[in-house]
């Protein structure tokens, strides 16, 4: 199993309220991302990394920052919580290598986050 | 922009049955394509990928063959199990080589 750790596993927020969700990742992985799970959307990304400090939106991005100061770490951050996040979050880490393409993204067990 | 669908479920299926899960793809150029497996309350797994056409990925006695001409990429089995019951995500990379885009999922439940 890809060394990923998500923390919180498991949170419930009230409406207005900041969160982070915090990835933490011990393969020194250079790509690391956010999707959310919702029914009927498959997973769609957030915002993905590149790099301490190099950062780039996914389709759905309003409402969500990141951010990235060690090559371990990847922070979601929620700056005020609305119900329509409420969601199962996952982080995804990957390393392109050399021709960069056809590279296994590997994925952390998820992060349950509920916004009363 | 890059798309990804697949078959919608449930997928109710009895052991041993044969399985083919539906997945095309509108991209731009020849992207990579996987298939991920989501068991209950845990993340996804890489089950098969496939990165040129005609190749075939193969795992756990799943493939999938990367057909170009059809933009297709089904998931097959001959004979599933019940401990095959989970999610099934079809994915392709972006563009860019950056990301994944997913379908939206295909619930398999395999019954004995």
């Known amino acids: 199993d890809a060394g990923i750790t998500q923390s919180p596993r498991h949170k419930v927020t009230e409406t207005g309220t900041p969160v982070t969700l915090r990835c933490h990742q011990t393969e020194n992985h250079r790509y690391m991302y956010w999707y959310r799970q919702d029914p009927g959307h498959g997973l769609r990304l957030i915002h993905y990394?590149?790099?301490?400090?190099?950062?780039d939106k996914g389709e759905v991005s309003d409402g969500y920052s990141v951010s990235r100061s060690k090559t371990e770490d990847f922070l979601l951050t929620l700056e005020s919580a609305t119900s329509s996040q409420t969601s199962v979050y996952f982080c995804?880490?990957?390393?392109?290598?050399?021709?960069?393409?056809?590279?296994?993204?590997?994925f952390g067990e998820g992060s349950w986050l509920t916004v009363v | 922009g890059d798309s990804v669908t697949q078959m919608e479920g449930p997928v109710t299926l009895s052991e041993e049955a044969f399985l083919t899960i539906n997945c095309t793809y509108t991209?731009?150029?020849?992207?990579?394509l996987f298939w991920y497996v989501q068991y209950p309350g845990e993340g996804l797994q890489l089950l098969l990928k496939a990165t040129k056409a005609d190749d075939k990925g193969s795992n756990k006695g799943f493939e999938a063959t990367y057909r170009k001409e059809t933009t297709s990429f089904h998931l097959e089995k001959g004979s599933v199990q019940v401990s095959d019951s989970a999610v099934y995500f079809c994915a392709i990379q972006n563009q860019a080589g950056t990301a994944l885009i997913f379908g939206k999922g295909t619930t398999l439940s395999v019954s004995s």
């Open positions: 991209a731009t150029g020849y992207p990579s």
């Open positions: 995804a880490i990957s390393d392109r290598g050399e021709g960069g393409l056809g590279n296994t993204i590997y």
């Open positions: 990394s590149y790099g301490v400090k190099d950062t």
